[in-house]
């Protein structure tokens, strides 16, 4: 059965009559148009039976609605809005109960609020966390989520988008009582009570949270106090501000000067941006292999001392380690630079002695390859190791070139990979895929790469998309201070756009000095076209990747979106325009790729690349 097929919202009655509204929305309940609608007619049908006496709003899966469908941000509002279904729910004359369990994030938790109380299961989180999409709770968040815990705990909610668990939701007068088990029947009990007990309370009439007008505005005070002097993201602010107007305004102007604020915001280039770097890291994990079956990983070796860097990471992972170097000065120096990282880490506390301790023993120095045999993946710090790490393993365990690609002809070709773990910064690595390398290594190197805390970015080729892309934009900015413009100049236009490490070079001078605004188009449009030809030759799958490769590998900010994004919003056709005109300067720079008179002739824009087949 299709999704589109497929009853988004069931409704199962009890002898009892309690009417339960069952999400079903895999995979995490989002509240899309169908749901709404689901939940809207639910309603419907509770008003008109009167056998109905209270309802139960739960969901099947793995989560209560983990929030909003974000796809339809942007996109034409189909009623009913969620706002407005919140409002239904809250006004129900029979009791509506919330069974929280899995996530109640953004829009899930919205419309929990506006039930009449909420049963969360021991294991749920809680949270708003539309700051990160530099949004804020537009369903009615803003105002009912500090009547029930005050401005502090609201705004600490809203303000750093962090959900908390249901026992903490519970200490703070977020949810009103916590199960172990036996959810859906504590739920239905609940709204029998309250249907025994008369008309329940709506969430806007309730008042603990603003008890103590003068602790509420103090609050207030605090937050916009601790706001960044100078920021981008206009949703903290405004977050504070709808928190206040709950204080100060009636309900329903409250609504409406929340609902007014998130359109604002919902119209930022910022928030088109944060939306954009959300899918990119959603699509990241949607490539050829993504549907192979990762190999386990016990004991990883690491051969060569160049290699030691990456030891720590792998103990603190929790793998076994064998570090292999044949000459044994360097062995002794790669395991005292070890233990000098560890040790470092232990008077910085973020180590313990015990943890240390474990991690040493799980560390096994070796001069000879044979001890190869009993890992499952070996780590090359030197090409010149793989025909004896190939001689010493077993078919099917992964050898991954350290920084380079992969590629091996013969029977062991499926197995060889290139990792790219230590250049990019904590964030992000590359898993370089070479013709011939099987799905099941592919997917092994992607799972060892997520369980040490990075995002995986598959591509094509050694190199690198973050030092190619950055070369571009650096040699743009070249070009510009070698013709007159101050460099200082350039880099804070650069950093202002939150494009930082560009400017490398030295003054020089030229007849026209560009405006910031564009010399920041010329390194942009660079580095967009840079892009573009990694996209042609197959480097990369989309443009996304390269987006969110900067933003993770090059400290690019997230609000920028990355230089395909701004390329995409601007235009393509005045990407091309430019790049023409500017190619006369320097073609090397600015030679507009194929694959752009391509795109703007099929008049197609980087949705060609949004989803890459999957095995």
Known sequence: MSVTERQAVRLDRTETGVLHVVIDNPPV??????????????????????????????????????????????????????????????????????????????????????????????????????????????AGGTQRTPRLIGAEQALRLMLSGRPVGAAEALAMGLVDRVVEDGLAAAAEAEALALAEAGTPIPTRDRREGMRDATAYQRAVAAARAALPKEGRLQAPARIIDCVEAALLLPFGQGLAFERAAFEDLLATS????????????????????????????????????????????????????????PAKSQLVAALELVAARQQELVTADKLTEAQRDADWVRLKPAMEFGVAARVEMVLLAAPEHLEKAAEATAPGTVLAHLGKGGGLDGPRGADVLGLTLGTLGPRLAEVIVAPGCAPETVATAVALVRHLGRSALRVAAPGGVVPRVLAAGRGAAAWLVERGMDAGELSAALQAEGLPGLVRAAPGRMPRRPQAEEALARCLSAMAAEGLRLIARGVVARPSDIDLAMILGAGFARWQGGPMHWAERRGLLILRRDLRAWSADSADLWQPPPLLDDLVSAGNGFQTFARPSAA
Do not use: M, W
């Not at 699509?283 to 001392?305: C, D, M, N, Q």
């Open 29 to 138: 309940n989002a509240l899309s148009h169908r749901v709404r609608a689901g939940i809207g007619h639910a309603l419907d049908v509770a008003h008109a039976d009167h056998l109905v006496r209270a309802i139960v709003l739960r969901a099947e899966g793995r989560s209560f609605p983990a929030g909003a469908d974000i796809a339809e941000f942007g996109l034409p509002p189909q009623p009913p809005l969620l706002p407005d279904l919140c409002a239904r729910i809250e006004s129900c004359p029979k009791p509506v109960v919330a069974a929280i369990h899995g996530s109640a994030l953004g829009g899930g938790l919205e419309l929990a609020l506006a039930a009449h109380r909420r049963i969360a299961d021991a294991q749920s989180r809680l949270g708003l966390p539309e700051v990160s999409l530099g949004l804020l709770p537009g």
């Open 270 to 325: 910022e928030a088109a941006a944060l939306r954009h770097v959300f899918f990119a890291e959603r699509a990241l994990s949607r490539f050829p292999e993504s549907g192979a079956t990762p190999r386990p990983l016990r004991t990883i070796a690491v051969a060569g001392a160049a290699g030691v860097e990456q030891v720590l990471p792998l103990l603190q992972a929790g793998y076994s380690v064998i570090l292999i170097e």
